[in-house]
């Protein structure tokens, strides 16, 4: 199986893992999960996270084919269209993406300007559909249940999970926002845990486990099915749904929750420019 050449981008302030997926074989690349950066406090947004992705990919002379989300990310905002802006590519995600722009049009009261057709996106993929990155073949496979879109990325003897896993010793994936669902997202990680041992996987995110000291962002199906602490071989569906649905009961909502899905389901985008000449996000107050 062709391996491809991984490297990775770390936010500290969101805890959020960023790749570039480069076929060794050629200058062709993609880009999963970009962090356009945000102080909510000040609502300023700034680009360093995605220069720092757009220099190394300059500096490499490598070319851009896909800029991939694996799903609507609640605790960042995407600098997908920024890194298409300067870098090209197609801006991908999962097509259910409609659901969620769908249960979220409703809870920012987008008006009819806002498509809840997926239409903003270049790609939307469907489970088994195909993909390439340079002589590389990419894969999909459906996994939701933290969202309704969420998408692992299988590229090469690599997957790309987004929230679905985290490292074994933190666990998995809240299921509590709108559209999640845990006894989907332990059918969807059975998904991941059925690729071959040795497959490595890439986090998004990671929180460092009581214990640990450094953040890390790959693991092995091999490691996930022995040591995940919620989801390791011998944790039937409904103790991993009780588990699950406990915990999220303690959880608070992210911090950039709103303003993240807000722009995220429109791929990246902010919203429209009103009459002032100036954006505006939305805060729904006590819906959550």
Same mark, same amino acid.
């Given at each position: 199986m062709r391996k491809p050449t991984v490297t990775s981008f770390f936010d500290e302030a969101s805890k959020t893992f960023s790749y570039v997926v480069r076929d060794p074989e050629s200058t062709a690349c993609a880009i999963i999960d970009s962090v356009m950066d945000f102080d909510y406090a000040a609502g300023r947004t700034d680009v360093r996270s995605a220069n720092a992705i757009a220099d190394f990919i300059q500096h490499e002379g490598l070319t851009v084919e896909w800029v991939l989300e694996t799903h609507v990310h609640a605790d960042h905002l995407s600098a997908a269209p920024y890194l298409n802006e300067i870098l090209g590519g197609s801006i991908a995600i999962g097509a259910s993406i409609k659901d969620v722009q769908d249960i979220f049009g409703k809870v920012f009261n987008a008006g009819t300007e806002f498509a809840r057709d997926?239409?903003?996106?270049?790609?939307?993929?469907?489970?088994?559909?195909?993909? #390439? @990155?340079?002589?590389?073949?990419g894969r999909v496979l459906h996994t939701p249940g933290h969202t309704p879109a969420c998408l692992t990325?299988? $590229?090469?003897?690599?997957?790309?999970?987004g929230d679905t896993l985290f490292m074994p010793d933190y666990g998995t994936a809240r299921c509590d926002f709108p559209g999640g669902d845990a006894r989907v997202l332990y059918r969807s990680i059975q998904?991941?845990?059925?690729?071959?041992?040795?497959?490595?996987?890439f986090l998004c995110h990671d929180y460092k486990a009581p214990g640990r000291e450094d953040y890390q962002h790959e693991t092995t199906v091999a490691e996930q099915a022995a040591h995940n602490i919620h989801i390791h071989e011998g944790i039937s569906e409904d103790e991993f749904v009780?588990?699950?649905?406990?915990?999220?009961?303690?959880?608070?909502?992210?911090?950039?929750?709103?303003? #993240? @899905?807000?722009?995220?389901?429109?791929?990246?985008?902010?919203?429209?420019?009103?009459?002032?000449?100036?954006?505006?996000?939305? $805060?729904?107050?006590?819906?959550?």
């Open positions: 997926g239409s903003q996106f270049d790609r939307l993929f469907e489970e088994g559909d195909t993909f #390439s @990155v340079g002589g590389l073949e990325y299988v $590229i090469g003897d690599a997957a790309f999970v998904k991941v845990l059925a690729l071959p041992p040795q497959t490595r996987l009780k588990m699950r649905t406990e915990r999220d009961a303690t959880l608070a909502m992210p911090r950039l929750l709103l303003p #993240s @899905v807000q722009v995220n389901m429109n791929a990246g985008q902010m919203p429209f420019t009103e009459a002032d000449g100036q954006v505006y996000l939305k $805060i729904p107050i006590n819906r959550f």
